[in-house]
């Protein structure tokens, strides 16, 4: 087989109802069947057998392949490494792609070659209306739309330009990639345990690998890019909208962004002394007065993952 893009589901303990969804938007896509595989990334999950009730029948490209080492960012190698695709798209188990995605995806890459990482729109749908204050974080939940125009970037060849990381380069929701930048980026993080470690590994909640992937993509000349046209739904489950959910995300989200960033030699801030991280938090605990109201509360969450992330560095 020699399909023009490979769609990877990592995936751990799923929620087989929202996993059905994504999978019954693949099921929908324009794209036919014979032009794209299906691999499903099972990331260590306690019960592997639960892959066995669905039907993937109608799809006659399709693989599980286990992936014993947990981490999200194991399991995309898993399925970057599977991949026989020109592309590849990475798909979250709660994700419901448009129906021309995998078509667009293709259409676009082509037209922009030197492009290495796309993505677009991740909108949401609540299991249950969330309260109005929720809506300021919903970058942590990895919702967005920024709009109808396209945006791309790539570094200047300048070597005095700064580096940066752009605030349309694309989320794990719905990315996709050339293949062979892709393939670049595996072969750069294989033996780099810091950076194997940046985004969910079990119940930790780092969010950083997305940002390592298109900072790695940037460095070696590839651009990034936002389209519009690529849209997703973002299924956002009732447990993911309560203060202190959203507190440990951001918390996290905000430590594992210094790391990402040092990673590529990218110090926006200073290193501070591992023990003025507590007064600091004391500090912010007064600033940002965190028992007004759920936000405060987790914008305060932010600030200490910031201060323990900037005491990490070298």
Known sequence: MNPLISVVIPTHNPNLTRLQRTLDGL???????????????????????????????????????????????????????????????????????????????????????????????????????????????????????????MQIYAYDKDPNSEKQHPEFAPIGAGMALQHQAAQFYVNSILNDSLRLGLDRTGKSLQSGGDCDINLTLLDAGWGVGYFPQLQLTHLISINRLTKHYLARLNYSSSRSWVQVLNAHNIRPWKKIASWTVNLRKTKAFVSCQPWKSPAHYVEWQGACGLFEGLAMLK
């Open 27 to 149: 099921r929908s896509q324009s794209l036919s069947y014979s032009d794209w595989q299906l691999l499903i990334i099972d990331n260590a999950s306690s019960n592997p057998d639960l892959f066995a009730n669905l039907d993937l029948s109608w799809h006659p490209h399709t693989h599980i392949i286990r992936e014993e080492r947990l981490g999200l960012t194991r399991a995309r190698i898993a399925g970057i490494q599977a991949s026989q695709g020109k592309y590849i798209i990475f798909v979250d188990d709660d994700n419901v792609l448009c129906p021309n995605y995998l078509q667009d995806t293709i259409n676009i890459l082509h037209t922009y070659p030197h492009l290495g990482v796309i993505g677009g729109k991740s909108l949401p749908e609540f299991e249950a209306d969330p309260e109005p204050w929720v809506k300021q974080f919903w970058g942590c939940l990895a919702l967005r739309d920024l709009g109808d125009e």
